[in-house]
């Protein structure tokens, strides 16, 4: 479906940095719009289960390992 270009490292961190921002949101009990704010840790989340990510593509960038010959 989509190609992949976020290598084991990369997705390694993007799905920590997703989860803390979404454990934070839901534990934490504040409000307003930087509350909500933390709801982006989605977009992290989605691209290292996904192994891609949009904004590479546009781009032409990615971090996995290249295949040898």
């Known amino acids: 479906m989509f190609n992949t270009n976020v290598g084991t490292k990369d997705r390694i961190i993007r799905f920590i940095l ?4 979404l454990v934070w949101f839901f534990f934490d ?5 930087w ?12 691209t290292a ?3 891609t990510c949009p904004l590479y593509t546009l781009l032409g ?9």
């Open 18 to 21: 997703g989860a803390a921002l």
């Open 29 to 33: 009990k504040g409000q307003g719009p």
């Open 61 to 69: 960038l990615s971090t996995c390992p290249v295949k040898k010959a």
């Open 35 to 46: 509350h909500y704010a933390k709801l982006i840790g989605i977009i992290p989340l989605a």
């Open 49 to 51: 289960i996904f192994s």
